[in-house]
């Protein structure tokens, strides 16, 4: 062999040799990399517990970046996002949480939790409808989806759901709340003053509660004069 041709294959040997130890690293890293993710995701817990939201925040992004992407870490991006009322940013990790794993009935409830404080109603009432699909009775996705019938208009689904939540906690005050204002918009004022009444009951301070009692008791009054 000439003296350029064993150069050349030394030269060849070497790359071969970088390309298999550069792919050795790699797989170290891949092998490892579940462990870092749970690692990471223990660590922005706690620091969530400590009210760190925005550490969190940029551990788990860090996280990110490094190719340390799943569906946990992503709810978990959005539900920090959330607390610091970041709800654009909220709803897209929900979103991107969602894409890995569709069904979760935690993360739709979450998704739809952002939408409400984004003000897209319709779509945040299509992902809590959709957690009851994944998760038939879920208490929480159904006053929710009260709360946005309310807003929306729709009085005779949202007062299905409130006494949905009241044959299973029959002192719900936000359900309470829910049918009395129901009723007070349908003049139905004998029943509304009823769950009024009801509400008072469970927190006697509830301003909101007063103030209702006291619009209709104020038209009663002018009504009899």
Not at 93 to 112: D, N, R, T
Request: charged share 25%; proline share 3%.
């Amino acid at each position: 062999m000439s003296l350029h041709g064993q150069e050349c294959y030394v030269s060849l040997c070497f790359r071969a040799r970088n390309i298999y130890q550069h792919r050795r690293v790699v797989m170290s890293q891949n092998q490892n990399k579940p462990g870092e993710i749970a690692t990471a995701k223990q660590q922005a817990i706690k620091l969530c517990q400590r009210g760190s939201f925005e550490e969190a925040r940029g551990l788990l992004q860090e996280l990110r970046q490094s190719g340390g992407k799943d569906a946990e870490s992503c709810f978990m991006l959005g539900s920090i996002c959330g607390q610091l009322q970041d709800f654009d940013n909220a709803v897209m990790y929900c979103q991107e949480a969602i894409e890995l794993q569709p069904g979760s009935p935690q993360v739709h409830f979450g998704l739809g939790k952002a939408l409400v404080q984004t003000g897209k109603l319709s779509e945040a009432e299509a992902s809590f409808n959709k957690t009851l699909q994944l998760r038939p009775g879920f208490l929480p996705a159904v006053l929710e989806l009260a709360k946005i019938h309310c807003n929306l208009g729709k009085l005779e689904e949202a007062e299905r759901e409130f006494k949905q939540l009241l044959e299973s906690e029959s002192e719900s005050l936000e359900a309470f709340m829910g049918l009395g204002r129901i009723y007070q918009a349908w003049d139905k004022l004998e029943l509304a003053i009823n769950y009024f009444r009801k509400a008072l009951d469970i927190n006697p301070q509830l301003g909101d509660a007063h103030c209702h009692l006291g619009r209709i008791y104020l038209n009663q009054a002018q009504m009899d004069e």
